[in-house]
């Protein structure tokens, strides 16, 4: 069935060092691929998605990048701070639902 | 444009009773779904809405159940309650529905069942 792979589950990085967060999905009509930022306590918000016909696509310290042949997804962030310490989420979309990773806690130490 | 909104925010049931959550969209937001949020699951699908009208189904037990309004409103419910059903419900909507359209999310419904 429809699946997708998240990795790593915690990540911890040093303020200023980068994050990566993969992400692997099954259903190969995926044609879009959304993160989400969930900060404790609070609604999950989109930071930026990808769809397929794009290799990459960057906003500011984020950036996505997808690789349709080996089904992988990934973000990265760069010049990490202690406010992007939250859970993010990636999630692919097959033909008429969304299927989410089960998430990443990433922390960012001053 | 006020945000998609949950009610209630928390709720304590016990095993056997069923409950029912609400989630009013933005406001020309014609779809709605729903999600349940567990520690190590991140966020499973259980249902989505347009028009009220059930477009597509997560892999959850019948006890799940939901319904749109002709406002776009929607509403789950939850029969028999089982310890396995305390979470953080969200629900989220979209203008059309369209898999390639932004969700927005209400703050959560988080439920515990004793």
């Known amino acids: 069935g429809e699946n997708v792979e998240q990795h790593p589950s915690t990540l911890s990085v040093q303020e200023g060092d980068s994050a990566v967060i993969k992400c692997t999905y099954s259903d190969s009509a995926s044609n879009y691929f959304p993160w989400y930022k969930q900060e404790l306590g609070k609604r999950p918000q989109l930071i930026i998605d990808i769809r397929s016909n794009v290799g990459e696509k960057k906003d500011q310290r984020i950036a996505v990048t997808l690789n349709k042949t080996a089904k992988h997804f990934s973000l990265h962030i760069t010049e990490t701070q202690p406010e992007d310490s939250a859970v993010y989420f990636c999630a692919a979309s097959p033909a008429d639902k969304l299927i989410f990773g089960t998430g990443t806690r990433l922390q960012v130490f001053p | 444009k006020a945000g998609v909104t949950q009610t209630p925010r928390y709720l304590i049931k016990t095993r056997g009773q069923q409950v029912t959550l609400s989630c009013s969209p933005i406001?020309?937001?014609?779809?709605v779904s729903w999600y349940q949020q567990t520690p190590g699951q991140g966020l499973q699908f259980l249902f989505e809405y347009f028009s009220e009208t059930q477009r597509n189904k997560g892999n959850f037990p019948g006890r799940f159940s939901g319904r749109q309004f002709s406002n776009s409103r929607s509403e789950m419910n939850v029969s028999t309650l089982e310890l396995g059903d305390s979470a953080l419900y969200l629900c989220?909507?979209?203008?059309?529905?369209?898999?390639?359209?932004?969700?927005?999310f209400g703050p959560g419904t988080r439920l515990l069942v004793l």
């Open positions: 989220a909507s979209s203008l059309l529905g369209s898999t390639q359209e932004t969700q927005y």
């Open positions: 406001s020309g937001h014609r779809s």
